[in-house]
């Protein structure tokens, strides 16, 4: 019988950008020099406003080569990267942390982004993790998605303190366990620092920020949370913020309270 042969294999194809500086699309390097939300980029983009190196592009995923001129309108956009900028907002009960309205809840980028002054509103802002739509207190935003990451890992340990109004009285021996560390159903939980305020009010503090994690801690020992207050995280809090309204951190209170080095501004 002939002897079959296997095609021969094409040769291994290299990505395109191996060995050079993959390029950023359009759209989000515009988003992240804070000319543009990412989605009025896009809208900008698909307008035919944005030229790289003279061209009109139209794509808002089209990649954009380092040393690329990029014009918006005709006026030369620098792409670099601005420093690390985070947002310490009060968050009120009643609004979802979430970028769309639900069940005609209102959410917290609504309640933000309307208050923004013409140099923070160009970036795009991410919340750093979530607070239930009844829960109120910190919550966090930034333009440098590193830093979400790096607040919302476990692994950095930062600190969240809550206040959880209870609908029991609590005692040291109830707490005790959340003190110990307890095993919730995703899982055991890291031991919280616990302290009793006063015959309805608890303080908790995490270094983990699992789905309801407060209220299903305290639920397990007979203390059932009525309202809940997320009152700092790391050395942020929102003691010095009416509800509602928020503030921009400072470089060392973002190194230093929040433990991150950031991306520092562009040299001159």
Avoid: C
């Avoid at 309640?111 to 002054?117: A, D, E, I, S, T």
């Avoid at 366990?177 to 995490?206: K, N, S, Y």
């Avoid at 983990?208 to 050395?235: F, S």
């Amino acid at each position: 019988m002939p002897r079959k042969y296997d095609k021969p294999k094409p040769p291994q194809q290299h990505q395109r950008w191996e060995g050079k500086e993959k390029p950023d699309w359009l759209s989000r390097a515009l988003a992240r020099a804070g000319v543009f939300p990412q989605k009025e980029a896009d809208d900008a983009i698909r307008a035919g406003r944005v030229t790289i190196n003279s061209r009109v592009a139209l794509m808002p995923l089209a990649p954009v080569p380092p040393g690329s001129v990029v014009r918006v309108d005709g006026k030369v956009i620098p792409l670099s990267a601005p420093a690390t900028r985070v947002l310490a907002f009060h968050k009120p009960a009643g609004v979802l942390s979430s970028t769309v309205s639900q069940h005609r809840t209102g959410t917290v980028f609504e309640v933000l982004l309307r208050q923004l002054p013409p140099d923070l509103a160009g970036y795009t802002w991410h919340a750093v993790g979530r607070l239930d739509v009844d829960s109120t207190g910190l919550l966090l935003f930034s333009n440098d998605d590193k830093f979400v990451a790096h607040a919302t890992s476990p692994d950095t340990q930062l600190p969240k303190r809550y206040v959880a109004t209870v609908f029991s009285t609590p005692d040291e021996a109830r707490v005790e366990p959340l003190r110990q560390g307890m095993t919730l159903d995703d899982g055991p939980a890291r031991p919280a620092i616990v302290r009793i305020r006063d015959e309805h009010t608890v303080e908790v503090t995490l270094t983990e920020g699992r789905h309801h994690q407060v209220k299903r801690m305290l639920g397990a020992v007979g203390l059932p949370v009525r309202a809940l207050h997320r009152e700092a995280v790391g050395g942020i809090d929102v003691l010095d913020i009416p509800e509602g309204t928020f503030r921009l951190l400072s470089d060392q209170e973002i190194q230093e309270g929040l433990r991150y080095s950031g991306r520092p501004p562009p040299s001159e």
